[in-house]
């Protein structure tokens, strides 16, 4: 399979909580939280297209031919 949005997507989310989780202070977890929100943001489109069953999925089997 290999939604790589929804794995950018899950992992800009958890970035916050983890910072949350080690501690790593306000500024730090303020600025994160920023960075997940933009990233998810900029995923708009790839989350709708997840929603509708119509996001496209990473091959690895296609994407090595294609270099060869």
């Known amino acids: 399979s ?12 958890a970035l ?5 989780l080690f501690s790593l202070g306000t500024t730090l977890i ?4 920023l960075l997940a929100f933009l990233a998810i943001l900029r995923h708009k ?9 119509h996001e496209n999925r990473f091959n690895t089997r ?3 031919s294609k270099r060869s």
Do not use: E, H, Y
């Not at 949005?5 to 989310?13: Q, R």
């Not at 303020?30 to 939280?33: Q, S």
């Open 45 to 53: 489109t790839n989350i709708q297209r997840l929603v509708q069953g």
């Open 16 to 20: 916050p909580f983890v910072a949350i």
């Open 30 to 33: 303020l600025f994160l939280t």
């Open 2 to 13: 290999g939604f790589v949005s929804l794995a950018s997507v899950l992992a800009a989310a």
């Open 62 to 64: 296609s994407f090595l």
